[in-house]
């Protein structure tokens, strides 16, 4: 019996793809909730907060900034 695992890459940074549409099929019916979620006027529908404020805080950089 071994003891360690052998022919597997130990380097891998990350358990899940990059992005969430990696795992989402071109053909899945979440695509079509995505994109009209995207095209709602959120101010026009009277949802508070749908404006970011002006003394909000900075932006986050990029996760992968060099």
Known sequence: M???V???CRDQSVLFPERLDDWIAEDN???ADD?????LEFMALG???A???DTGAA????WNAA
């Not at 994109?35 to 095209?39: H, M, N, Q, W």
Request: aromatic residues 12%; hydrophobic residues 40%; negative net charge.
């Open 29 to 31: 019916p979440v695509r």
């Open 2 to 4: 071994k003891r360690f």
């Open 59 to 62: 932006g986050l950089p990029p």
């Open 6 to 8: 052998e022919g597997e």
């Open 51 to 53: 404006e970011p404020a």
């Open 47 to 49: 949802f508070a907060g």
């Open 35 to 39: 994109a009209f979620i995207d095209e």
